[in-house]
């Protein structure tokens, strides 16, 4: 693993994971955190853990994005904080 | 200064920003005040706990528990086919050397936790639904406001 | 209520923080975790107990198996659990259901969409011939029942994003679905059974190669994981499909998103 990288994508990681916290729109913090789960796919592939980066990238970027955005869908999309 | 940083920071940088998203992730938790907010927490917490597990099984210089495939066709070269082949390839397919390759425990253990994860987010986000479809709302001071006044009522 | 969440987190993270000294180095080959006659085992051992070189694909369907057949069980148990409770008192006539905040009609009504529609028509194929790919590759490479079931399930909600929920349901109606989940955990269950049968523990595959003379226990191992794979990969399928036609539905299976 090159940590250079390493330490890049872990900075990016905590600032999706804030943003997705913070926004206010509840699709937006969805697709964020889909991001954030991507970025962390990322970091998993790179570590050697190769299988793991497979099931993130298709259960944690695609499948939880999907089901939070289909109970946004049939909620409400704002938020108080 | 190259050494250095690396000795002060990189080596335990993983755990670091593991235990920084474990914060995030219980923070949220705690004192979001709407529900599909603390859901993205607890997803931010459980990616959390396998980052530090993931990073527990770490070999520097090791490669992806998979191991070559000529390491599986070694019985057949064993047996006599041509022996003069690669005799140093099949040395090295016959002792398998546990630093070549990250630990694969660790691997497993969390494969299996992002698929349970995913399934129990979807009970999380079914009882949500039926939360809204109840109290038309999603933040949690206004659903206690809500049980309160239908306690005080009845 | 947010100071005493902020301090119980930065108390917890803190003493955390200070723990974290003591830890081994990250990328240390000769740490607790990675030195631990375990991990070592798995690593030494798989291709002569096996001859399976996917290490993962190997601890996770054969040495740790009754682990991943409770772990296919929980998701069988979960995908019922958000059948169950999204239907929960749904015998309120429709008309007294508070009406859906952010549903514009359009969205409902576009899905004959021709560029949506002709990408989804090649892509849903393509992802199929890929899930099998994977399910059946999963000694080779990296893959196996988990991933393969995820994306064979991703390219039904994708039709049914693309189309609709309704044709989408019309090809893998839920009387079908719950089946196949449940067949899933049967196959896998099966296997243990009928290593019981033949005289050995529960899910310890060597003994199955008396069912095929040709092959020895090695083989067998290989065989067998091949096997509850695919049973790990029908549960896993059709309860994501489950959870996605559920939740985007609200449980009435109609409509959606």
Known sequence: MIWQFDIIILIFLVITAVISLRVKDL????????TYSFLICLLWAGMGAVDVAFTEATVGAGISAVILIATVYNTRRDSSD | MGET??????????FWVAVVLMMIGLYAMITKNNLIKKLIGMSIFQTAIILFYVSAGVKDGATIPILEHHAAETEQVEAGEHVEGHPVANHEAHAINPDDYSNPLPHVLMLTAIVVGVATLGVALAVTQVIYKNYGTLEEDEILAKIKAAENDG | MKWVGLIAVLFTGGLLLSAMD???NWGDAHSPANASPVSQYFIE????????PNMVTAVLADYRSYDTMFETVVVLIAGIAIMAILRVGNQIPRGARPAPVSAPASVNDDHQDIIIGTTCRLLIPVLQLFAFYVI???HHS?????QGGVVLG???ILAAIAKGLDPALERLPETRYVKIAFVGVVIYSAFGVACLLLGENFLDYGVLSVLLPT????????HSMLGVEVGVAFTVSAIMFAIYANLASKGELEGGL
């Open chain 1, 27 to 34: 699709l937006a913090a969805s697709m964020v955190f889909g």
């Open chain 2, 5 to 14: 940083f690396k000795a002060n920071v990189i080596d335990h940088f993983n």
């Open chain 3, 22 to 24: 003591d830890f081994p």
């Open chain 3, 45 to 52: 051992k798989t291709i002569e107990d096996s001859g399976v």
């Open chain 3, 136 to 138: 059946a590759h999963g």
């Open chain 3, 142 to 146: 990296p893959g196996g029942g988990f």
């Open chain 3, 154 to 156: 991703t390219s039904f």
């Open chain 3, 215 to 222: 092959i020895d226990a090695a083989e067998a191992r290989s």
